[in-house]
């Protein structure tokens, strides 16, 4: 079982189809806790609760460890004897039914699963059922292989960049359009399962973290992560945690349903190619939120498929955060998803290089905001 995941981990690594590696931004490795996946490195109180349960169970099985291996290792070094001299021994002293060996052997485990098992009630209770009195409401939805991001009180939906001010608490309301997903930020704490089905909802409850350098004018981003096998393309679902300062989470959502501004020739042709994209995708202040708004409102109501564009040329990242938002991936994406993500429900666009070009930059220009 190792052998094939070692072979298939190399072959996405080193896969080529014309696009390079599926995975352009792989994880980087490295000694210190503060990488992007660490669960050691956690900024919300969450994490560090989770954290502080890890150390005492630490703890624990450190203090059975060494009071086990210690007397085995003293007496296999005092008692040892040969093959020959064993045989002449008589059977040794028997114990079964000692009262004082028997409580000692059950209540000393017993003691020692307290030591874990209060901590961790106390943290597990720590997470409410219900949105808490001025708490933000995202909720959060799986699709194999993208995430959705929903603000109802904004009236805003993105995908793959959940955007959120600093030191704020949020309310996660999670659920999946498919299979079972996991939603995961190492450094937030706390893997949540993203269950399908009517009523099968999951909630998570996180303050989040203070700007590592308040006053910059740049927001941080922390690496969040798909951790429920979920298909071909689990590895590369992923998504960006985004802490504003209050202001400039207020600027974002101010200006993410803003229309696209379309001012160049190249753009306006690609605003016309996009047309065809328009029956799974929407963007703010378009014809597509308009087909979204009667899809939704029929007798028999359909949600569309594709992520969100409304602030696509902000994004740092596409395809599910595998991917740097440049024009000659954005321009690969859209020729052939399944060259990038196996698997992916995105159907080939049989599009000539010249309407590639204004696609391209109709989404990466028109569609950026300045916040």
Known sequence: MAF???????????AEDGTGPFDELAYSLSLSFKTPMDTL?????????????YAITTVVVTIVFFAVSIPLIITIRRFRMSDEAIKDLPPPKQVH???????????????????????????????PEKAP????????????????????ELGITTANELHLPADTPVFFQLTSADVIHSFWVPQFGGKIDVLPGKGAENHLFVT?????????????????????LCGLSHALMRFQAVIHSKEGFQRWAHVHNEPPIVESELAKRGEAVFAQCQSCHTIAGTPSEDLERQMLSSQ????KIGPNLSSFG????????????????LMKWIKNPQAIKPGALMTPMPLSDADLKAVAAYLRYSTAKTF
């Open 97 to 127: 039914g000692n009262p004082a060996l028997e409580f000692a052997w059950t209540i000393i485990p017993v003691i020692l699963l307290l030591f874990i098992a209060v901590p961790t009630w106390q943290a597990i209770f720590k997470q």
């Open 300 to 303: 028999a109501p359909l949600a």
């Open 133 to 152: 009195p001025g708490a933000m409401l995202v909720k959060v939805i799986g699709h194999q292989w993208w995430w959705e991001f929903q603000y109802p």
């Open 41 to 53: 490195a956690g900024v919300t109180e969450w994490a560090r609760d989770i954290n502080y349960v």
């Open 314 to 329: 902000s994004r740092r990242t596409l395809a599910a955060g595998t991917r740097s938002n440049t024009e000659e991936n």
């Open 4 to 14: 094939i995941s070692a072979l298939l981990f190399a072959s996405s690594l080193f």
């Open 208 to 228: 989040t973290p203070s700007l590592r350098k308040p006053g910059a004018p740049q927001p941080d981003y922390y690496q969040g992560q798909c951790v429920e």
